[in-house]
Structures are given as C-alpha cells and as structure tokens.
C-alpha cells in the first residue's frame, strides 16, 4: 500500500519569503509523485511531477521539488512567495503514474 | 478550448434522493475518475474507468454508482445509500503515463 503524509495542515509566510511544503511517502516500489494546487471552489492544476528522470523537478509558477529516496521526501519550494501563491497544496503519490493517493493537503497562507 | 467540464456546480440534494453528477471531458482521454473531497481530508477516490464500458471501485465506493457509455463521459450517481454525501467531487481524466487532469468541481449539499 502507499501513503502520502503532508507535515503542517496550514503554513503561514510573509511576501517574498520562501515557501517550504513538505511531503513523505511510503511506496512498496519507486513512486511517481506529484503536487497539485487548489484555489478556493476550483479543480486542482498540476505544479510538477516526478517520474525518476531527475530528483530535481522543476514546475509552473516558480515552485520546485526535490525526490530524496533515502528520506522518501518530495519537498515543495518556492524561494519568494507571492500573494498568488495563497492556496491549498496536495501531494500525491502513484506506482503506475495512473491511480493516484493524496496527502490531507496544506494550506498556504501569504502575509503582506 | 479542450478540458473537463463538471456540471452543475452547486447541487442540493433531498433526503432519500439520488442525484446525477455530470462530467464530460474533450481531451480524448481514455481513464477518467471521481473524487471525493471532504475538508482536511484531501481527495478520496470512489470510481475509475480505463476504458469505456468498464470501470473499478476506489477507496470509498459505497453509496455510489457509475456508468461509462461514451468516451466522453462518466456521470456519477449519488445514490439514498449514501449517507453523507455533503461533499466537493472532482472528476479527472488521463492518457496512459501522463498526469490527470481535473474538473472544477460540483459541491452537492443536503436540503
């Protein structure tokens, strides 16, 4: 079975100060794993994906995550967060890049 | 312009009722799905369909039902059975490999 776990349902930061969302996972094989932005009342639109290709993925809107296998880690970072960053953010983890298992999701709040 | 489009976006719902979520999608996607979002409770799966004519429980199908007659389209009856259907519900769909992409949602409330 898998699991995501996001640390922190709800992160507060100032304008322009990093953002860090945090993501484990538990998979019986190598994952593909994702993060996923909501706005309030809407579907979720994929921020980035990573498929093993690199550890580093680099995604829309400014935001990256690192694939750490020995900490089963998928990090989300952005170095200067913006107003429009306020969302809520979902991790999410598949071993067939087809059916997929969410985290409980972190809201981001962005402080003027 | 090719998306997902859920329909309606607010539905209320009578004791004993069923009621039908719409999705329809233009992406020429083979796999569609449904979720479930409850707050802080992230997204739950209840029905899946790789291919048209076929489809497969999730985590939370009880209370629910699906068909998948066309492509296109993967309604999703909420049925009396359920007994707590207040709820987001997101539809999805992928291609082989590739990330799913989402609907903007039908909030179903209880009258």
């Known amino acids: 079975a898998q699991s995501v776990t996001q640390l922190g349902s709800h992160v507060s930061v100032s304008e322009g100060a990093l953002v860090l969302l945090r993501c484990n996972y538990s998979?019986?094989?190598?994952?593909?794993l994702f993060w996923y932005v909501q706005y309030p009342n809407q579907g979720l639109q994929l921020l980035l994906k990573?498929?093993?290709?690199?550890?580093l993925v680099k995604g829309i809107n400014g935001f990256e995550a690192e694939f750490k296998k020995s900490e089963t880690s998928f990090h989300l970072t952005k170095p200067s967060a913006h107003m429009s960053d306020a969302a809520e953010y979902f991790c999410?983890?598949?071993?067939?890049?087809?059916?997929?298992?969410f985290g409980k999701g972190t809201l981001l709040t962005v402080n003027p | 312009d090719g998306g997902i489009t859920q329909s309606p976006k607010y539905l209320f719902r009578k004791e004993g009722q069923n009621v039908t979520l719409s999705c329809e999608q233009n992406?020429?996607?083979?796999?569609m799905y449904w979720y479930r979002q409850d707050p802080g409770q992230g997204l739950r799966l209840i029905y899946y369909?790789?291919?048209?004519?076929?489809?497969q429980k999730g985590d939370i199908a009880e209370g629910y039902s699906v068909s998948r007659e066309k492509k296109e389209s993967f309604p999703l009856t909420v049925t009396s059975a359920q007994k707590n259907p207040t709820a987001f519900y997101l539809c999805?769909?992928?291609?082989?490999?590739?990330?799913?992409?989402f609907g903007d949602g039908t909030r179903l409330s209880i009258l």
């Open positions: 999805a769909s992928s291609i082989t490999n590739q990330p799913q992409h």
């Open positions: 998979s019986s094989v190598p994952p593909y």
């Open positions: 990573y498929t093993s290709a690199a550890t």
């Open positions: 999410a983890v598949s071993r067939n890049n087809y059916k997929l298992t």
């Open positions: 992406l020429n996607h083979d796999a």
């Open positions: 369909s790789q291919i048209v004519n076929d489809f």
